[in-house]
């Protein structure tokens, strides 16, 4: 009985100890991220200005869908994540499967190259991409040069074109970032399997698609997840590289939010509401992704 109790003493001795660990970090994210969570969702219930802030009900949330610059700052999201994630996704998954290959030379230099993007400073990266597609900058130079165009194009002024901006420079940035995910996926896999494959007669496509994507599907699942999350909340490339123009035709949630909070008279109220709203939709894309993704019994 002695022993027992002495056994149990030590047990919970080691629970103190690793609660003891715990306990300022859990106090620390709680005060800096559950506390202002809480207080947002509160305040996504009011309306006012500074402290004559009042309750109301659900009236921000049904604004939001009367609101048509919010509208369009989802269709443009929208349009961001629909394009952008499965072309940015597909071609990290070959950019790692071409990197993987045990014959290839130089392909620490390569991986290199294809991740340093993801390094680059968010905001010094859209300034250069927004130089970039100015009506004096390189991309005009040279096709006006190579005779595509007769003379500069504005990119940056025209709806459709402003967003395509923001979709190359979210695949220049990201797609070496989710390829690193999927190297190291690769690398878990027993080069045998392939080499099973291959005596049994198996092309490269075959291989592709019967050993590397169900065998990576944990990987694939958990980057389309991460990316839908960023994307949803893209805020950077649309202030830095369009300034969600021309006319808001490419602001995203995000910007709006920002906008209403520090660029116009601030409404913190309705700001709120419109961060839980991404919120409640991050929720549910991750949730649908994992069902259909996630087949494990």
Known sequence: MSN???????????????????????FLIAVFSFWPMIKALVLSFQTGKGRNMQMAGFTNYIRMF?????????????????????IMLVVALVLACILNKKDLRFKGFFRTMIFVPCTTSLVAYSIIFRSLFANNGLVNYVLVNIGILDKPYNFLTQPFAAKMVILLGLLWRWTGYNMVFFLSGLQNIEYSVYEAAKIDG????????????????????????????????????????T????????????????????KYVP??????????????????LAFIQMRVGDKRD
């Open 4 to 26: 027992k109790l002495r056994k149990m003493t030590l047990e919970k001795k080691h629970n103190l100890t690793g609660w003891a660990f715990l306990a300022p970090a859990t």
């Open 66 to 86: 009367q609101d048509d610059v919010f509208i369009q700052s989802i269709k443009n999201t929208f349009f961001y994540f629909i394009i952008q994630v499965p």
């Open 202 to 241: 198996a092309s490269a496509i075959q291989t592709f698609f019967k050993i590397t994507v169900p065998l990576l599907k944990p990987t694939i699942l958990l980057t389309a997840i991460m990316s839908t999350n960023g994307t949803l909340q893209l805020f950077d490339e649309s202030v830095n590289l």
């Open 243 to 262: 300034d969600g123009g021309p006319a808001n035709a490419s602001i995203s949630m995000s910007h709006y939010i920002y906008n209403l909070c520090f």
């Open 267 to 284: 409404n913190f109220g309705y700001a709120a509401a419109m961060s839980f709203f991404i919120l409640l939709l991050v929720a549910v």
